[in-house]
């Protein structure tokens, strides 16, 4: 079927400005990406996952300027003794990054990798973002793919010491940044990856993880406080018998930012919780669009998004759970619930379900509102200000999907970001 005409264009458009990197071992899989992405085409509103939210700045051949933030912050997860990876616009920093070495890791830069024709990350690059196409396209990705110019692969055969930490740099105001990270996580091994900072004007993230029968994954991920970013980033998780895969993202700031999930559990007993908080002023549109595929005797799911909004901020979630033939014993929990501060911001919307096993426990649920006006008197009578009892029941309403970090630490320090950007907004 051919494309329409104004979505080729744009797409033959944004590709005459990108340069496919020398490939080495991973040309096969960046030309069966360009190949998808061609037969797609990028995004438009007129797609069924797009209506919500505009692709246009994203698709764009330029990038659209973003100001400098100057952020008076200590920098996210500092106070943690953590290995330390830094990409300046979309570009390592070996300057600013620690020695890649750590106990029970291996990790390559991205370029190496291309310069070798054997790497264990060739079996793996590209393969999970191409299952992810199906039923649902995401050209984005695709895109991701064929172009990423940096990022890791990393290889988790033990239990390191402390977290790998991927920082993202903004400095400057035109950056177009395009990463791809691949992560092989062994049987019984065990890694945090966290990651944090705005990356560039626009960015676009792709990220693929491997998860053998055994092994554990916990990820949380800090998206910067640059005001006018724009991001497109997308997880892809395969997940194999009894393994754990638990990620959070807290999102503040930025005017536009779409985050994909995209969970496999094809082994048994295999457990992925998916979570996420973002807060919003003002020009802000903030996506999160989760896929979660239950291919599995005896799995778990988890989805929890909590979004805060006022000053005519957005807030879209599209989430399904997909129960596939002989999956049964299936446990899928799915809620999304906003907190509209004002009557100028709105919340938009799509849970599923679809079930093909009849021994199931699956839900969802999706609710909008306001400040419960009993919980507000009832602090305002016991003399707490209008102001400070707002960001009382608005951390409240934002623990549910909080509580989805494991390490008790690491939730401490995001509850203290979440507070002070509550207090600059009083």
Not at 138 to 162: C, E, M, Q, W
Not at 298 to 308: A, D, I, L, M, P
Request: hydrophobic share 40%; proline share 4%; charged share 25%.
């Amino acid at each position: 079927m051919a494309l329409p005409q104004a979505k080729q264009t744009a797409t033959e458009e944004r590709l005459a400005v990108l340069r496919m990197p020398d490939a080495g071992c991973t040309r096969k899989a960046r030309e069966a990406a360009l190949e998808r992405l061609r037969q797609m085409g990028l995004p438009g509103r007129r797609d069924e996952y797009w209506k919500y939210t505009r692709p246009d700045t994203l698709i764009s051949a330029d990038a659209l300027p973003a100001a400098l933030f100057v952020n008076d912050e200590s920098p996210m997860f500092d106070e943690f003794d953590r290995l330390k990876i830094v990409f300046i616009d979309g570009v390592f920093s070996p300057e600013e990054s620690d020695e890649l070495s750590l106990e029970g890791v291996s990790i390559d830069r991205l370029e190496d990798i291309c310069c070798k024709d054997i790497h264990w990350a060739k079996e793996l690059y590209g393969v999970l973002e191409a299952n992810g196409q199906n039923p649902v396209p995401r050209p984005l990705a695709a895109l991701n793919t064929a172009f990423a110019s940096d990022g890791v692969a990393i290889h988790v055969t033990g239990k390191p010491s402390k977290p790998i930490s991927l920082i993202y740099r903004h400095a400057s105001e035109t950056s177009d940044a395009i990463l791809h990270h691949v992560i092989r996580v062994e049987s019984g091994a065990e890694v945090t990856i966290l990651e944090n900072g705005p990356a560039a004007s626009r960015f676009n993230k792709c990220m693929e993880i491997d998860i053998a029968d055994g092994g554990t994954l916990h990820h949380v991920r800090a998206q910067g406080r640059d005001h006018q970013r724009r991001a497109a980033t997308h997880m892809f998780t395969r997940m194999g018998h009894e393994s754990v895969y638990k990620s959070f993202t807290l999102t503040v700031n930025g005017v536009l930012t779409r985050n994909e999930q995209v969970v496999e559990l094809t082994g048994d007993d295999a457990v992925a919780h998916v979570a996420g908080a973002c807060v919003g002023d003002g020009e802000f549109h903030h996506d999160d669009t989760v896929f979660v595929t239950h291919d599995a005797v005896n799995c778990e799911s988890r989805q929890v998004f909590k979004k805060v909004l006022r000053n005519g901020a957005t807030g879209v979630f599209q989430g399904k759970i997909l129960v596939k033939e002989g999956a049964q014993k299936t446990d899928g929990y799915q809620i999304s619930q906003s907190l509209l501060l004002d009557g100028d911001s709105q919340f938009l919307a799509k849970p599923e379900l679809e079930i093909y096993a009849d021994d199931v426990a699956c839900s969802h649920g999706s609710t909008s509102g306001a400040i419960d006006e009993t919980a507000m008197f009832y602090l305002r009578s016991r003399g707490i200000p209008t102001r400070e009892a707002t960001d009382m029941l608005t951390l409240a309403f934002l623990a549910e999907a909080v509580q989805e970090i494991e390490d008790e630490a690491l939730a401490d320090v995001i509850v203290a970001r979440l507070q002070d950007w509550l207090a600059r907004r009083r």
